[in-house]
């Protein structure tokens, strides 16, 4: 069974940093591409960034392009997003997600079910 444990959330004010890791057990972490969703409260989940398995490729929403970066490191199991110029509509409860299936961005890596395995979620609380 893989289980994925979130951390690095917090309250930080508006143009600030966090980086947020998820440490991967019990499964093929290095065969699994990884992602980052986001749930504010009262909204849909919402896909933020993802990146394959071998960190070559990496994908992300238009809402955060250029300020998050993902990465991976297969050695230890986790991958990180980190955060910079964080503004209050980055905050949401996020939460990282695997899948071991192949596919494409559009038809896998962006959507919500294109995942099987997700962690509890940790919460960004921006300020303004």
């Known amino acids: 069974q893989v289980q994925l444990v979130e951390s690095g959330g917090g309250l930080v004010q508006a143009g600030g940093s966090l980086r947020l890791s998820c440490a991967a057990s019990?499964?093929?972490?290095?065969?699994?591409?990884m992602g980052w969703f986001r749930q504010a409260t009262g909204k849909e989940h919402e896909f933020v960034a993802a990146?394959?398995?071998?960190?070559?490729?990496?994908y992300y929403a238009d809402s955060v392009k250029g300020r998050f970066t993902i990465s991976r490191d297969n050695a230890k199991n986790t991958v990180y997003l980190q955060m910079n110029s964080l503004k209050p509509e980055d905050t949401a409860v996020y939460y990282c997600?695997?899948?071991?299936?192949?596919?494409?961005?559009?038809?896998?890596?962006?959507?919500?079910?294109?995942?099987?395995?997700w962690g509890q979620g940790t919460q960004v609380t921006v300020s303004s």
């Open positions: 990146i394959t398995w071998t960190g070559t490729s990496t």
């Open positions: 019990g499964g093929t972490f290095r065969t699994y591409t």
């Open positions: 997600a695997g899948t071991g299936r192949g596919g494409t961005f559009y038809s896998t890596y962006m959507r919500f079910d294109g995942y099987d395995y």
